[in-house]
């Protein structure tokens, strides 16, 4: 069952502001999972199972033998003493081949590991507990019935659920889904999602800024973290503060995509493109949250798709995805979780932020003989791009805690696995 934010109060100075939990709120209950569309089993990789897939037939289907050696009949080693017991080699059973006849009494057959048992035998003696040579085996030992015999069915009976509805399909799954044969699959798929970057300052890495120019680091944090959702990331460029351009690269993209994220633009100045473009269509709801940072967001349908419009500076478009976005892209993939786990870490230095707002601060989870500790890596800019890059996880502290101190318990979303 997937997690919700606990309610937050409104604190003084947030008037006119919705609460983390508000706006989660009021972005995926107008999300909807993706429909199911039938896949090749190779293509199903991150997608979540939109049905439950049977077995069609036993798995194994054959009883097969786990050993390289002889396939016997148990009853005639019984009284095999301490000189062993000879018996005659009748043939051989071999991979992916119908073995060489049956087995009869005094009989046996050399069998490799994985290959079918032959009619009549009951066990396999290993080829390290024999004499052989190329017509007779001394059996040194009684072998058991059953011994070193994969039965049919020993993994799946007919029937039987393989992988249930809701599953996300990794490769335990892909691969037990081909062993019994399936090589088509009904998924929610991975939503398409279409990464625009705003703003007159911007070029891209590689390209020389002029004075007043920064390098688009946005679309590629974006596009990481939307491969490591499990969704499809297409880069569509920088666009212009240019109203019209915007509006033609999104319909311009409109068939490819299942949802589309911008950043910057969509503030309160005079050149945010994103507002501009679509305030007076009520294609979406620009909206400020109570939190730091991240405060200004927008988001709504374009087409049908959902389209999440980000503040510019690069923390607020990392801790905007992980709040808003990468929970709503799980309930398009009809995954049961939609949120990151929370841990109990305690702060290794203070923490302050505006005491009205949910902040999300930066840190470093590290495991100790004392517990978790949680490290902040840095300032609280929200430009100071480095310091998501050392965290592993965001510190939460809630409404009304202005400083939260060093040694005091703070829940910590992850984002990766603590060090």
């Known amino acids: 069952m997937a997690h919700s934010a606990p309610p937050q109060t409104e604190q003084p100075g947030t008037e006119g502001l919705l609460s983390v939990a508000q706006a989660r709120e009021r972005v995926l209950q107008r999300i909807q999972p993706l429909s199911p569309i039938a896949l090749p089993l190779q293509e199903t990789y991150g997608c979540t199972l939109a049905e439950d897939m049977f077995a069609e037939g036993d798995l194994p289907p054959f009883s097969s033998s786990a050993m390289d050696g002889f396939a016997i009949r148990s009853a005639d080693v019984a009284d095999a003493g301490s000189g062993g017991l000879e018996l005659r080699v009748v043939g051989r059973a071999l991979i992916g081949h119908r073995p060489e006849g049956t087995v009869g009494n005094g009989e046996a057959m050399r069998i490799a590991t994985g290959a079918p048992i032959p009619a009549g035998a009951d066990a396999i003696v290993p080829i390290e507990q024999v004499v052989a040579d190329e017509d007779r085996v001394r059996v040194m030992e009684p072998v058991p019935a059953g011994r070193h015999i994969r039965p049919v069915g020993e993994d799946v009976k007919e029937g039987s659920v393989l992988v249930r509805a809701g599953r996300r399909i990794g490769a335990p799954e892909m691969g037990l889904l081909a062993s019994a044969g399936h090589s088509q699959v009904l998924t929610n798929p991975r939503p398409r999602v ?188 929200s430009n100071l791009i480095s310091t998501i890059a050392r965290a592993n996880g965001l510190a939460i502290v809630p409404p009304g805690v202005e400083t939260l101190h060093a040694g005091a318990d703070c829940r910590v979303m992850l984002f990766r696995s603590p060090e």
């Open 194 to 381: 279409i990464v625009l970057s705003t703003g007159d300052e911007l070029v891209e890495p590689g390209r020389e800024p002029r004075y007043g120019q920064i390098p688009d680091s946005n679309a590629y944090t974006l596009f990481g973290a939307l491969r490591e959702a499990g969704a499809v990331p297409y880069l569509a460029g920088i666009v212009r503060d240019d109203v019209d351009q915007l509006r033609d690269t999104i319909f311009n993209h409109l068939v490819q995509a299942d949802a589309f994220i911008s950043s910057g633009g969509v503030s309160m100045g005079d050149r945010d493109v994103v507002k501009a473009a679509f305030f007076r269509r009520g294609d979406l709801d620009f909206f400020r949250v109570a939190m730091q940072p991240g405060m200004p967001q927008a988001f709504g349908l374009i087409e049908g798709k959902p389209y999440w419009g980000l503040p510019g500076n690069p923390v607020s478009v990392f801790a905007s995805f992980e709040v808003f976005i990468r929970p709503s892209l799980m309930k398009m993939m009809n995954r049961r979780e939609l949120f990151r786990p929370e841990i109990t870490a305690k702060l290794t230095a203070d923490v302050t932020g505006p005491r009205g707002k949910t902040q999300f601060a930066r840190v470093l989870v590290r495991r100790t003989p004392e517990g978790r500790v949680a490290e902040p890596t840095g300032g609280s800019g």
